[in-house]
C-alpha cells in the first residue's frame, strides 16, 4: 500500500515538473493572419453535387465559365452570418458572372432554414443555398474545419482564392471579383 502512495506522489511530481517546463514554450495565437489576397492552390475544385434549399440538385460543374463564391457556414457561427449579406450583395451586382454557392455545416436544417428565411432571395437566381449534410462536401472534400471559409473557383473551376475567416471588406471581394472579370 505505502509503494502505491509513493509511486502516485512521484507520477504526479514528475508531471508537474513537465508541466511546468513546457508551459509558456510556445506562443499563443490570438488571431490568424487572414488576407483577401490568399491564394488557392490553383487545382480544379473536386466535383460535387447538392440540393438547394428549393429541392433544386446541381452539380458545381454547372457553373463553368462563371466565377463561384463557394461558402462554407452555419447560421450558428456569428462571423458566417455577418459576411452572408457580403455574398449575396456581390452575387446581386455580378448577377451575369458570378454564382454564389453556400453550403451550410447546421446540424439542425431547421435553422438553417429560419435564417434563410429571413434573406432577401426573390430575384437571386445565381445563389444557390444547401445543407452539407454530414459535412461531407465542407470537411470530407474540401478539409474545411473552420467557419467560415470562402474559396473563390474562376470560370474553369480552378481555386484562385481561399478566404479563413471573415476578416475582409465588400470592397476587397468587389476588387477581386472585378480584377477576375477584367482578365477573363
Known amino acids: 500500500m505505502r509503494l502505491n502512495i509513493i509511486i502516485a506522489v512521484c507520477i504526479g511530481l514528475a508531471a508537474y515538473a513537465l508541466t511546468m517546463h513546457f508551459e509558456g514554450r510556445s506562443p499563443e495565437i490570438t488571431q490568424a493572419p487572414v488576407k483577401l489576397e490568399t491564394k488557392a492552390s490553383g487545382e480544379v475544385a473536386p ?91 465542407t470537411g470530407g472534400l474540401f478539409q474545411t474545419f473552420r467557419l467560415p471559409e470562402t474559396i473563390i473557383l474562376n470560370g474553369q473551376q480552378e481555386m484562385i482564392h481561399k478566404l479563413v475567416g471573415a476578416d475582409w471588406s465588400y470592397e476587397e471581394l468587389d476588387t477581386l471579383i472585378g480584377d477576375h472579370l477584367m482578365h477573363k
Open 47 to 137: 466535383e460535387f453535387s447538392f440540393t438547394d434549399t428549393n429541392g433544386k440538385a446541381h452539380n458545381i460543374r454547372d457553373f463553368e465559365g462563371k466565377l463561384v463564391i463557394l461558402n462554407f457556414w452555419a447560421s450558428w457561427c456569428p462571423p458566417c452570418v455577418k459576411e452572408f449579406p457580403i455574398f449575396l450583395n456581390a452575387a446581386e451586382l455580378h448577377k451575369d458572372d458570378v454564382v454564389f454557392v453556400a453550403l451550410s455545416s447546421d446540424h439542425d436544417p431547421e435553422a438553417m432554414n429560419s435564417f434563410v428565411s429571413k434573406l432577401e432571395l426573390e430575384n437571386a437566381d445565381n445563389v444557390y443555398i444547401a445543407l452539407d449534410e454530414n459535412t461531407a462536401i
